[in-house]
């Protein structure tokens, strides 16, 4: 039973197409995040959702546009891929937004060629 | 704003040795404190955390970590590696409390821990 599961494990695409990742945890938690991980393994953060409502969006370029249908889904949908989109996307979820725990997804490796 | 510094970026230990790896942090605020455990193309884990209490955090696979406000640190120690502790090791801290923008992680750099025979 995997907490939390991203698809798909690994993506390769070419520049300028439109690709999403997608992520579920089945904790009951009610926040979700997106973090990347660049090739220097640097680790950032890129949104967070709570309840399905955004409260954190640092700064990201608009082509990365997260959807959360519900608290158990958060979503990342990248527009017009570029090859500096290349990296290690992680989901997470928290218990809430006050931050005690995080667990994370097996990451997405996007490869954009 | 929060930041975590980890000033080794590789650590050689021969498996049984003793290991410390260093974190410290910079925050005007009071801070909760972790580290998290990278295996090759694997997810996160949490190994431990310090939010309050005791000074001294135990964590899973033997790993225990020391909170030192007055230095600013959290450096990460185990008395006996073994091989199956390689890895990449990050420290991350985000505020202590609720914060009305949302709380996050901010990481440090990581530390490549391998272990030889």
């Known amino acids: 039973d995997t907490a939390v599961s991203q698809t798909p494990k690994y993506l390769v695409t070419q520049m300028g197409n439109d690709k999403s990742i997608k992520c579920e945890q089945n904790?009951?938690?009610?926040?979700m995040y997106w973090y990347k991980q660049d090739s220097k393994k640097f680790l950032k953060i890129m949104f967070s959702y709570n309840n399905k409502e955004l409260i954190i969006n640092e700064t990201v370029p608009n082509r990365f546009s997260p959807k959360s249908p519900d608290k158990a889904h958060l979503n990342l949908h990248i527009n017009s891929l570029e090859l500096g989109d290349s990296a290690v996307y992680f989901c997470?979820?928290?218990?809430?937004?006050?931050?005690?725990?995080?667990?994370f997804g097996q990451g997405t490796r996007l490869t954009v060629v | 704003a929060q930041s975590v510094t980890q000033l080794d970026s590789q650590v050689p230990v021969f498996e049984e040795a003793p290991v410390e790896l260093r974190c410290n942090y910079s925050s005007s605020v009071s801070v909760y404190l972790f580290w998290y455990v990278q295996y090759p193309n694997q997810g996160l884990q949490l190994l431990l955390k310090y939010l309050s209490g005791s000074t001294l955090v135990k964590g899973i696979n033997g790993f225990e970590a020391e909170f030192n406000k007055s230095q600013t640190s959290f450096h990460l120690r185990k008395p006996s590696v073994h091989i199956s502790d390689t890895a990449e090791y990050f420290c991350a801290v985000t505020k202590e409390g609720l914060t009305g923008g949302g709380n996050k992680l901010t990481f440090g750099t990581g530390t490549q821990l391998k272990v030889e025979l």
């Open positions: 997470a979820s928290s218990p809430g937004p006050l931050y005690t725990e995080a667990f």
């Open positions: 904790l009951g938690h009610d926040t």
